[in-house]
């Protein structure tokens, strides 16, 4: 099985670029900052994932997803290689997104845009709590749920 699961925030607006075939498909990259779990210095750690999404998926994402925003990305993990120009050979690990989702309300994203503007491209990861969601005890037992 090869699932993945991710709530992040993009770093940048996606990139569409099109396949050169007789029927061109949208292929977009976006990368999105993940909050891990632990900290190292009371200072949250990220990984930066890339995303890379085909066809209509693709197209939605370069129209609708924005820099800054929380979006969640159900999909596949990739590795690939390719040699340059010198004959290097380079690897990639990427997420092929099989879903994508906004994982904010427009309006939650709007009101804190200006505060993405104004940092100009500080590449320090979102610290708070998403909003409307809430931490969850991991060590919650089983008998504790309410269904």
């Known amino acids: 099985m090869n699932k993945v699961i991710l709530m992040g925030r993009l770093t940048r607006d996606p990139?569409?670029?099109?396949?050169?075939?007789?029927?061109?498909?949208?292929?977009?990259?976006?990368?999105?900052?993940?909050?891990?779990?632990?900290?190292?210095?009371?200072?949250?750690?990220?990984?930066?994932?890339?995303?890379?999404?085909?066809?209509?998926?693709?197209?939605f994402a370069e129209k609708y997803f924005r820099k800054g925003q929380m979006v969640a990305v159900v999909g596949r993990l990739q590795v690939r290689s390719w040699d340059d120009d010198q004959g290097k050979r380079h690897w990639i690990t990427e997420v092929v997104a099989e879903e994508q989702h906004f994982a904010e309300s427009k309006a939650s994203f709007e009101s804190r845009s200006g505060q993405f503007d104004a940092q100009q491209n500080n590449s320090t990861p979102f610290s708070g709590e998403p909003e409307g969601f809430y931490p969850i005890d991991e060590n919650l037992d089983d008998e504790d749920l309410p269904f």
């Open 15 to 59: 990139e569409t670029r099109y396949s050169q075939s007789n029927e061109p498909v949208a292929v977009t990259r976006y990368t999105l900052a993940v909050n891990r779990s632990f900290k190292r210095e009371g200072e949250p750690d990220a990984d930066f994932i890339n995303i890379v999404s085909f066809g209509k998926r693709g197209e």
